[in-house]
């Protein structure tokens, strides 16, 4: 399998990339953000509290995102493997992570992806995003400022888990999105030689 980890804050461009990336590789995406996101639109229970958390721009509790993120994982899929795209957000969940792969598919993360954008980049990315997502995170410039501390708080630490394992690549995520692919696939393509 190849098991890839998108990596970067918030307006970086992982769920772009992830487009390129599911196609070349056949991957499925698993965007975390997606699925609370589709649980708001339907209203479930999982939903309404999600969106306690995210319309402030602040992470869901650890256990509830590894929660959603398990189902999906268990869903019949016919690809090669997965690409996590905004998860892990925390430690605690990478080091979940390795284990619900370990137990479900006898596998391992292949790489994480990282992808580098200054902040002022991201704030105006996202402001701009705002103007079509209808999403209420991207609404708001100090929503999107929050979401970017949360991400110096807690999910920026995450490089250090997968550095360990000498699982990391850093790329500039600014520039023309099909040559920043190319620089992702080349990674991946190091790691699978
Ligand atoms: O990944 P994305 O930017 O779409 O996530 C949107 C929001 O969903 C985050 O700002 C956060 O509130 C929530 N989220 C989370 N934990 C994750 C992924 C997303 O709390 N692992
Ligand atoms: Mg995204």
Redesign the pocket.
């Known amino acids: 399998m190849i098991n890839l980890v998108l990596f970067g804050p918030?307006g970086s461009g992982?769920?772009t990339q992830a487009q390129n990336l599911i196609a070349k590789y056949n991957l499925k995406q698993i965007?975390?953000?997606?699925l609370?996101?589709y649980n708001i639109k339907n209203e479930t229970e999982l939903g309404k509290l999600?969106k306690s958390?995210?319309d402030k721009?602040?992470?869901?509790p650890d256990q509830v995102?590894i929660d959603m993120l398990v189902d999906e994982l268990k869903k019949p899929a016919d690809v090669q493997g997965f690409i996590f795209?905004?998860?892990?957000?925390t430690t605690p969940?990478a080091e979940v992570l390795d284990t619900i792969v370990k137990d479900l598919f006898n596998e391992e993360i292949t790489i994480t992806l990282s992808l580098k954008v200054e902040d002022e980049v991201l704030v105006e990315r996202l402001c701009e995003r705002g103007k079509t997502s209808g999403r209420v995170?991207d609404s708001d410039e100090s929503i999107i400022r929050n979401?970017i501390k949360?991400y110096y708080a807690k999910t920026a630490e995450v490089a250090t888990y997968y550095q360990a394992q000498d699982k990391f690549a850093e790329i500039n995520g600014v520039g023309d999105i099909q040559e920043i692919s190319e620089k992702l696939y080349a990674e991946i393509d190091k790691v699978l030689a």
């Open positions: 918030p992982k769920g965007s975390t953000g997606d609370f996101r999600a958390y995210i721009g602040e992470l869901v995102t795209d905004g998860f892990p957000r969940q995170d979401r949360e």
